[in-house]
């Protein structure tokens, strides 16, 4: 069975600054696909971004970056310049080519302060 | 606009009643999935449908029971079974084994009073 661990339940950065949000996952597929939600206030579930495990170059979107490292099973998620709108749950999800339904970790509460 | 729509946004039960969420999908997906959302834990997969008139438990299906009459449809039931039933509910569908993730709708806040 996969598992996805967030140890950071919340975490908090200025307006403007860099942050980077943990993930670590469990697995003995070699396909798969990891991705990260937001969920703001409005608890709207929005994909931020998505990384193929066969790809060596780490995915971005903008702001928005990971840093996959496959070896260690970690991807975590970097916000640069971030804006009160930045503010949301971010949930880590894994997906493996031979499973039905993504697993998704506890989540980190982010706050971004004026 | 291509979506997932639930309702209703907010739901109360009475102790021993069964309540149903509504989903609907417009996008065409083939699979549909129901999760539960409660504070520290993240998503819990309840029951999910690869196709229609046939559908798999989750994690936590115990107290909760779904239909898959139509593609674009997956209603869940949530029954007196279900012991702690306050909760989000979250409804999400995709393509089979897509790699694109899900699309989600905005939720049921379902209460107990």
């Known amino acids: 069975a996969q598992t996805v661990t967030q140890s950071q339940p919340e975490m908090s950065v200025q307006e403007a600054e860099t942050v980077t949000l943990s993930c670590t996952y469990d697995?003995?597929?070699?396909?798969?696909?990891l991705f990260w939600y937001k969920q703001p206030p409005s608890r709207q579930m929005i994909l931020v971004i998505r990384q193929e495990a066969y790809k060596q170059q780490n995915a971005t979107e903008n702001r928005f970056s990971v840093n996959f490292q496959k070896a260690a099973k970690s991807f975590s998620l970097k916000i640069s310049d971030s804006q009160l709108g930045d503010t949301a749950m971010y949930f880590c999800a894994f997906h493996a080519g031979s499973a039905r339904q993504l697993t998704f970790g506890s989540g980190t509460q982010l706050t971004v302060l004026p | 606009d291509g979506g997932i729509t639930q309702s209703p946004k907010y739901l109360f039960r009475k102790e021993g009643q069964n309540v149903t969420l509504s989903c609907e999908q417009n996008?065409?997906?083939?699979?549909m999935y129901w999760y539960r959302q409660d504070p520290g834990q993240g998503l819990r997969l309840i029951y999910y449908s690869q196709i229609v008139n046939d559908f798999q438990k989750g994690d936590i299906a115990e107290g909760y029971s779904v239909s898959r009459e139509k593609k674009e449809s997956f209603p869940l039931t949530v029954t007196s079974a279900q012991k702690n039933p306050t909760a989000f509910y979250l409804c999400?569908?995709?393509?089979?084994?897509?790699?694109?993730?899900?699309?989600f709708g905005s939720g049921t806040r379902l209460t107990v009073v």
């Open positions: 697995t003995s597929e070699s396909n798969y696909y």
């Open positions: 996008l065409n997906h083939d699979a």
């Open positions: 999400a569908s995709s393509m089979p084994r897509d790699s694109y993730g899900y699309t």
